[in-house]
């Protein structure tokens, strides 16, 4: 198999995998692999189920400045409360990206949308951990009630896009999935 540029694209299979953590969201393993050289070695792997996550747009795409819509949602891991786009893992294997999106946006917001367009999907960390995030963006939005879990704590934070740029600049949104989301959408869906 190829991607768009003619690399070819090689899905790499260990040699073996001693398991060490098997947890809620993740998986840890040893695996012994067989680099493009040919030599082996030893590489720690953290296999997650992958999410979706979506940015949502208040206002049309072709709007001045459309606002949108983020979470600050507490994040152990990163030290407090995070701007972040609704994002979340798969609730079943095999549910189709597009409807873990909507199902995140409405569970973490409130709403819902009539138009969800793909964006591209991320690889996180693949210097250690399988994990790719699918970007989407939603708009038509209609509000609606939450479902988040018992261990989100988030609010709802609306402000426009422009904003949510300067946000990045600054630093105050450090999250990656949202800086793509938000790159993305700035350079390839807004006029």
Known sequence: MTDRHGDELRTQTPLASKPVHKG???????DKVQYPDGSTGELEMIRHS??????????????ADPRVILIKQFRYA??????EVPAG??????????????RELREETGYTSENLIPLTSILTTPGFTDE??????????????????????????TLPFSEALELIRTGAISDGKTICSLLYAAQFLRP
Request: glycine share 10%.
């Open 132 to 157: 790719r995030i699918h970007l989407f963006a939603a708009t038509e939005l209609t509000p609606g009630d939450f479902g988040r879990d018992e261990d989100e704590f988030m609010e709802v934070v």
């Open 50 to 63: 992958g999410a979706a996550a979506v940015l949502p747009f208040l206002d049309p795409l072709d709007a």
């Open 24 to 30: 809620r969201i993740v998986h840890l393993a040893i």
């Open 89 to 102: 893992r798969p609730d079943r294997t095999g549910e189709p990206w597009e409807e873990c999106a909507t």
């Open 78 to 83: 990163g030290g407090g409360y995070l701007y």
